[in-house]
């Protein structure tokens, strides 16, 4: 059974750092992806970040581009968002989901992600 746990959230003040983890555990091939999707009150849910297992490509949306990172340790089948320079608009639940590519195009359909996290929260204060 794929399981996907995300952990590292919390409240912080504005201009501080965060790193968010993605445990990934039960999958049975290696060839998958691992995004970052956040859900503001009520908003939408939005993908954010991505990165493929095999290469380590990435893709990062306009609104978090060079102040979030995405990483992976494939040894521990990890995934983490390390995230700087917050604002109050990155005010969120954020979820990790697994999918078989990391495009830009694939991280718009949230209803294509195979497997989610439960989420974690974010509060940023100003």
């Known amino acids: 059974e794929v399981q996907l746990v995300e952990s590292g959230g919390g409240s912080v003040q504005a201009g501080g750092s965060l790193r968010l983890s993605c445990a990934a555990s039960g999958f049975t091939w290696d060839d998958y992806s691992i995004g970052w999707f956040r859900q503001a009150p009520g908003k939408e849910r939005e993908g954010i970040s991505c990165i493929r297992r095999s290469d380590g490509s990435t893709y990062y949306a306009d609104s978090i581009m060079g102040r979030f990172t995405i990483s992976s340790d494939n040894a521990k089948n990890t995934v983490y968002l390390q995230m700087n320079s917050v604002k109050p608009e990155d005010t969120a639940v954020y979820y990790c989901?697994?999918?078989?590519?990391?495009?830009?195009?694939?991280?718009?359909?949230?209803?294509?992600?195979?497997?989610w996290g439960k989420g974690t929260r974010i509060t940023v204060s100003s």
């Open positions: 989901a697994s999918t078989a590519l990391c495009t830009a195009q694939a991280m718009g359909v949230v209803d294509a992600m195979e497997y």
